[in-house]
């Protein structure tokens, strides 16, 4: 069974900075899509930054230039590190990873940005 865990989110002024992490029960080189997705009160899931293949990245077009998508392969961790963030950043952050074809995800960890 594979597990994700999550954890780093809080409560930050905006301009401030977090870091995510997502840590996996298994080696992270094994998985086809790591991600990180978000979700605000009353909206869709929506994709924030994730490894498509292996070194190939992607970014909403709205965190672009804010945040960094990053892996440490010995720790079987991702990272999500977000800069100058917004209140429009607030939502839970869910880290997704796609596993011998079948996508698991963690609880999530929530990140409040105030203004």
């Known amino acids: 069974q594979v597990q994700l865990v999550e954890s780093g989110g809080g409560l930050v002024q905006a301009g401030g900075s977090l870091r995510l992490s997502c840590a996996a029960s298994?080696?992270?080189?094994?998985?086809?899509?790591v991600g990180w997705f978000r979700q605000a009160p009353g909206k869709q899931r929506e994709v924030v930054a994730a490894f498509t293949t292996v070194g190939s990245t992607y970014y909403a077009a709205s965190v672009k230039g804010r945040f960094t998508i990053s892996r440490d392969n010995a720790k079987n961790t991702v990272y999500l590190q977000m800069n100058n963030l917004k209140p429009e950043d607030t939502g839970r952050y869910y880290c997704?990873?796609?596993?011998?074809?079948?996508?698991?995800w963690g609880q999530g960890t929530q990140v409040t940005v105030s203004s």
């Open positions: 997704k990873g796609v596993w011998a074809l079948r996508d698991y």
């Open positions: 298994t080696s992270i080189l094994s998985f086809n899509y």
